[in-house]
């Protein structure tokens, strides 16, 4: 257990038993664990007896995952911690994930980088598949594992779950947005970051346990891929924070011109493939239209998005 270091996990209705075990691989290797719960219909206490380590931050309504990350990482600077991990309420952490990135960090600040955050691969819980790390090109995202050799890759996003900051980092480069609510809230943060000169770093030899979206969908397009599928109401807050990303200014073209076709693939996958099509088709361009008026925050129940 490191002392220096605490994890977040954000709560909302999870499995409890898949709960109870991202708390028990993460609890042992972190001077403490807060779980911030978005409101969830049960008692998510219950999930932490055996665990002495672990914190409850109630917020007793769904606030999205950046306010709910924000509460915690202003209780962990008050209780003296330096490092932080972000976990998703379904995300199990290998044993050794914690030293492995504390000698990453040691030695990314030897060399000289300014360290924005580090994170790993993961491993889809469903299909096995092994995730790559991401840069950003014209049109286009290109994934590689960093099979030259090196075991601290730079990248230039990574999700949230995962995630290792140094709680300073924040000071330099802010909290994470709270009015997007949910979706792309890691990828603002890495594009702010980035623009304020910090580098994202991925660390090969960590694989993490994760499932991504609600299951998925293989398809060829210029190569072999799986598609994460949500649930329809998600497609309102991809959309449109997509839309609000591309007004914001130190959000690079480069990376909006690879989006634009991903919003694009995102229509013509749930068109095609969705069990919901309808709702997801409504949802999609709820958020185009809100995006485009630059709607932000919590989606208005009303606009029958799903």
Not at 49 to 56: K, L, M, R, Y
Request: contains cysteine; proline residues 3%.
């Amino acid at each position: 257990m490191d002392n220096k270091c605490c994890a977040i996990c954000v709560s909302y209705n999870p499995d409890y038993l898949v709960l109870r075990r991202v708390l028990a691989a993460c609890a042992e290797q972190v001077g403490r664990v807060y779980v911030v719960d978005n409101g969830s219909r049960e008692d998510v206490t219950s999930s932490f007896s055996g665990f002495a380590n672990v914190e409850a931050i109630l917020l007793g309504q769904n606030k999205g995952i950046a306010a709910a990350i924000n509460a915690a990482i202003r209780q962990a600077r008050i209780d003296g911690f330096r490092f932080v991990l972000l976990l998703d309420q379904d995300s199990v952490i290998p044993k050794d994930m914690i030293p492995q990135y504390l000698a990453a960090f040691e030695q990314l600040l030897v060399a000289g980088q300014s360290v924005a955050v580090i994170g790993p691969r993961y491993k889809d819980a469903r299909t096995g598949q092994i995730s790559h790390f991401v840069r950003f090109k014209w049109f286009r995202n290109a994934y590689y594992s960093g099979t030259d050799g090196s075991l601290v890759v730079p990248i230039d996003f990574l999700i949230s779950s995962g995630s290792f900051y140094s709680i300073d980092i924040f000071e330099a480069v802010g909290m994470f947005d709270e009015t997007l609510f949910i979706d792309h809230v890691d990828t603002e943060w890495c594009l702010r970051a980035a623009s304020l000169g910090f580098q994202c770093f991925g660390i090969r030899e960590v694989i993490m346990e994760h499932a991504l979206g609600e299951g998925g969908v293989r398809l060829w397009l210029f190569r072999w891929r799986t598609q994460p599928m949500h649930k329809p109401f998600r497609l309102y807050y991809i959309a449109r924070n997509s839309l609000l990303l591309y007004q914001m200014q130190h959000v690079p073209l480069k990376w909006v011109s690879g989006d634009v076709l991903r919003l694009v693939r995102l229509f013509l996958m749930y068109t095609f493939f969705s069990t919901q099509r309808f709702a997801a088709i409504r949802c999609y361009f709820c958020g185009i239209i809100d995006g485009l008026r630059g709607v932000a925050g919590p989606r208005i129940s009303h606009r029958r998005c799903g």
